[in-house]
């Protein structure tokens, strides 16, 4: 042990002897270290979010299916409600849609995004709110549903300070006056991976929330981003699939005019928090992206031997005393691998640091646009290429 100790002590005044080559080695390592954990993280985060949904292997996404191919289409209120209300593989099923909304707090008016959602949506999540209490089934019913709104962990954070009181505040949400009455978990991610979301409130306020909304009636007016559910117990996404498909199946028959055709696409939650119609576009986008820092990563390390190969020539003089002075060359190269370690160490936590604010960044390089959207380019790309944050009607 005390060997180690000498030679990480010598190589560090080794390190400082040449500062020039230290510095240079650190940033060209610590560049490639950065740029290939910002992109794993961001393909992490994505990919495979942590997520405040309980027991998540039971929780799926319901997708309208067409035979034109299109799979992972939006819902009517009515196939909604037939979803919920008919299927027995599902314990509890929820929807949602988002929509710009105005907020009046304070006096200070924003535009912002927010999602109306029905009364069970984070009940059938199993998302527990941080703060406050969950609008609760009173918001399903038309005659008990109160002017009640939820906001997320950020907003509460960025816009009213993390400040507890804010329960009970009273705002206006399109120049109507709503009651802030719980604040979502921090680690919920909702309702789909790089879309933001602050605001949440009860669907069936569509007066409100939705002005002019006439479409709760029509089932082939499709504004719902999908349906959430939760299975029983024992229920595998194969056997709730089968079920609804065969309710679609004889919805056809009831409703053939706006149901011929039509089918759904059961996702198991975690591979669908990124969109099925956007995950393969994104999967190829970090595919490419982590070829190119693998390179930025292999013509460092390929930098960084050459100045080290340089240095190492200079050292032949001391090497040549210490071998001389009796040091075996075993004990020659644990002293270089201690000052590479070193080295390494080094770069590592640079290439931390510079991961954390590459990330952000990368995050924030998002052309212009109204949807709050919060990662790369190509991702928001597809998702309005994808039309989700559009009303589809058939």
């Known amino acids: 042990m005390s060997e180690v100790t000498g030679n990480i002590r010598y190589g560090a005044r080794q390190l400082m002897k040449s500062p020039g080559v230290t510095i240079a080695t650190v940033l060209c390592l610590g560049v490639g270290i950065g740029a290939n954990t910002a992109i794993f993280d961001i393909a992490n985060g994505t990919l495979f979010p942590d997520t405040a949904i309980a027991e998540p292997d039971r929780v799926v996404r319901i997708y309208t299916s067409w035979p034109t191919g ?18 027995t593989t599902l314990a509890s099923a929820a929807t949602h849609s988002l929509r710009p909304l105005s907020i009046v707090v304070n006096d200070q008016p924003e535009r912002t995004w927010g999602a109306v959602i029905t009364g069970n949506y984070f ?18 019913d038309p005659t008990t549903a109160q002017p009640a709104m939820l906001i997320s962990h950020g907003y509460w954070q960025s816009r009213f300070g993390g400040d507890s009181a804010v329960i009970g505040t009273e705002v206006l949400l399109n120049s109507y006056p709503f009651t802030i009455v719980g604040v979502v978990d921090e680690e919920f991610v909702a309702p789909m991976v790089g879309m933001r979301c602050d605001l949440y409130v009860p669907l069936l306020l569509h007066e409100q929330t939705m002005p002019g909304m006439t479409w709760f009636e029509e089932r082939g007016s499709h504004w719902l981003q999908e349906v959430s559910a939760r299975l029983r117990s024992g229920v595998t996404v ?18 053939p005019d706006s149901n011929r055709g039509k089918g759904v696409t059961v996702v198991p939650e975690r591979e669908s928090a990124l969109h099925p119609i956007v995950r393969p576009q994104f999967q190829a986008v970090l595919l490419l992206l982590g070829v190119v820092v693998g390179l930025v990563l292999l013509l460092a390390c390929a930098n960084v031997a050459g100045l080290q190969l340089a240095r190492a020539v200079g050292r032949r003089k001391e090497m040549g005393i210490r071998l001389a002075l009796g040091a075996n060359r075993g004990r020659l190269i644990r002293q270089i691998l201690a000052e590479s370690l070193l080295l390494a160490l080094i770069a590592g936590v640079v290439g931390f640091f510079l991961a954390q604010i590459t990330g952000p960044l990368t995050q924030a390089n998002q052309p212009t646009m109204d949807i709050p959207l919060e990662t790369v380019s190509a991702y928001i790309e597809a998702l309005e290429k994808s039309g989700l944050i559009e009303i589809t009607e058939r």
């Open 70 to 87: 299109d799979r992972y289409s939006s819902f009517s209120w009515p196939d909604y409600l037939d979803v919920r209300d008919r299927s």
């Open 123 to 140: 009940a059938t999540l199993g998302v527990e709110m941080a703060l406050g209490r969950d609008l609760g089934p009173d918001a399903d």
């Open 238 to 255: 194969a056997q709730a699939e089968q079920e609804l498909q065969t309710l679609f199946t004889t919805l056809q028959e009831e409703y």
